[in-house]
């Protein structure tokens, strides 16, 4: 199963740098959606259909832990895998990520890293083409 | 304190350019990598237990070369090298906080600033590095240098 992926970060580099981590994973990809913030993953959420989210910690307008309690609520996305990606150290904040059900990856992070982290919460595995 | 710090600081510097911007430095400063002139800065300060922050310069061609990589498009525009200077900085920073005591707890991270020759020049003069290090590049070389307001040995016995 190839997964469809959106992407959360108001950063264009670091959207562009995590879709480069995605592509060297050698996970399998399907179509990969790009959000500035978490009210525009949101609305991503409601057009597309969307396997994971990749969400930054830390952005205007609506946060990734508001954006994450948000899922959490919904009927739709309350078990959506999520992984947050983030430079955040602080260990009270990466407990509550962990608490919403998310996984935390901290940057700078390898291929190799996103792969296992995704492989362990979807399930999918290079071997899936389709 | 401080080794730690700047061993840190080496660590999470490396990871970051290898990780985050695919490039790989070389070992050895040459003549024309010690001479070459200012490409771009940046900065990100920080707020908690203790105060300060983090200064990357880079020089020769290496932001461009960055940039050029991550988004894999040779003509990078001045914004978008900008960003990517930020983005680095501000994940070394987040890297390091957590060596200056309580794992990080507490601390806040701002947004990356850019700064011109002037700016860094007058920020540079606001204290001297608790850490710093440079890395070379075939194109080019960055030095990062990470700064804690007021006397760190004075801070950590009031601790």
Request: aromatic fraction near 6%; include cysteine.
């Amino acid at each position: 199963m190839a997964l469809n992926i959106l992407v959360v970060d108001d950063s264009s580099v670091m959207r562009s740098i995590i879709i480069k981590t995605l592509k060297l994973s050698g996970i399998p990809l399907g179509d990969i959606w790009e959000a500035q913030n978490g009210e525009e993953g949101l609305r991503l959420l409601q057009e597309k259909w969307i396997d994971l989210a990749l969400v930054d910690i830390h952005m205007p307008v609506m946060d990734g832990e508001e954006m994450i309690r948000h899922l959490r609520e919904s009927d739709q996305y309350s078990n959506l895998p999520v992984i947050v990606i983030s430079s955040e150290s602080d260990p009270g904040k990466i407990e509550m990520i962990h608490r919403q059900g998310a996984t935390f990856i901290h940057k700078p992070f390898k291929p190799e890293t996103l792969k296992e982290v995704i492989v362990a919460i979807t399930g999918v595995s290079h071997e899936d083409k389709d | 304190m401080k080794t730690r710090i700047k061993k840190a600081l080496e660590e999470a510097t490396v990871s970051t350019f290898e990780d985050i911007c695919f490039m790989y430095p070389v070992p050895e400063l040459k003549d024309i990598q010690k001479n070459m002139k200012l490409e771009a800065a940046a900065e990100v300060k920080y707020r908690g237990n203790f105060n300060g922050k983090l200064i990357i310069e880079t020089r020769g061609d290496l932001l461009s070369a960055i940039t050029a990589n991550i988004l894999s498009d040779d003509f990078p525009s001045s914004q978008q090298k900008n960003d990517a200077l930020g983005e680095i900085a501000n994940i070394i920073c987040g890297n390091i906080v957590p060596y200056l005591g309580r794992g990080g707890k507490g601390y806040k991270i701002q947004s990356p600033k850019s700064l011109n020759k002037n700016e860094l020049s007058e920020e540079k003069k606001q204290g001297t590095p608790v850490a710093k290090i440079t890395l070379n590049f075939d194109q080019g070389r960055a030095d990062i240098k990470f700064f804690v307001d007021g006397d760190l040995a004075v801070k950590e016995k009031k601790r």
